[in-house]
């Protein structure tokens, strides 16, 4: 997964940098830094096999989440 992938899934499913920084575990001072998610959007960072299995994971719950409230309606 490149950078430009990972901004795209996340503003498609309107998700702030700070959300998946806290769902991955990049804290800074106890606080979900998002500054990491930025270095991995704008490519300063590698996003590795294991970072990408998770951010996988954070958006199958909330596309889960969204057609279970979805069907609700």
Same mark, same amino acid.
Request: glycine share 10%; net charge negative.
């Given at each position: 997964m490149?950078?430009?992938e990972l901004k795209a899934l996340r503003t498609k499913h309107n998700?702030?940098?700070e959300e998946?920084?806290?769902f991955?575990?990049?804290t800074s001072k106890g606080k979900p830094?998002? &500054?990491q998610i930025c270095r991995?959007?704008?490519g300063h960072a590698t996003i590795n096999s294991r970072v990408k299995m998770l951010i996988e994971v954070f958006f199958n719950e909330r596309s889960n989440e969204? &057609?279970?409230s979805q069907a609700a309606v």
């Open positions: 490149k950078g430009e998700v702030t940098q998946l920084a806290d991955l575990g990049y830094n998002r &500054s991995l959007e704008n969204v &057609s279970a």
